[in-house]
């Protein structure tokens, strides 16, 4: 099971930190993306970080400005968000991706950031 929290209404060129509580005792053995997807648009994987936290991606529209990273000792994943921008509201979804599968198998609720301008 996956829980995100953080999310919340911001003014433009702020910042958030999103977590993603994640429970069972297999959470190093998945990789972990944050998707999030916009009102009347698809779901897009923005960042994502392997196992042990030692490899990250991050979409172009994000780089510089969110960086992934995770607790393997706490089962959390977070998603440190900085110079928000208007374009980046919408619901952020973590997910967890077993290591050597190529679908994310486990799913969060997800949790809505709105960025104002």
């Known amino acids: 099971q996956l829980v995100e929290s953080g999310g919340g209404s911001v003014q433009a060129g702020g910042s958030l930190r999103l977590s993603c509580a994640a429970s069972g005792p297999t959470f190093s053995s998945y990789a972990m993306g944050w998707f999030r997807q916009a009102s009347g648009k698809e779901r897009d994987l923005i960042a994502r970080i392997n196992w042990s936290g030692g490899s990250t991606y991050y979409t172009d529209s994000v780089k510089g400005r969110f960086t992934i990273s995770r607790d393997n000792a706490d089962n959390t994943v977070y998603l440190q968000m900085s110079s928000l921008k208007p374009e980046d509201t919408a619901v952020y979804f973590c997910?967890?991706?077993?290591?050597?599968?190529?679908?994310?198998?486990?799913w969060g609720q997800g949790t809505q950031v709105t960025v104002s301008p």
């Open positions: 997910a967890a991706q077993l290591v050597g599968q190529a679908d994310y198998a486990y």
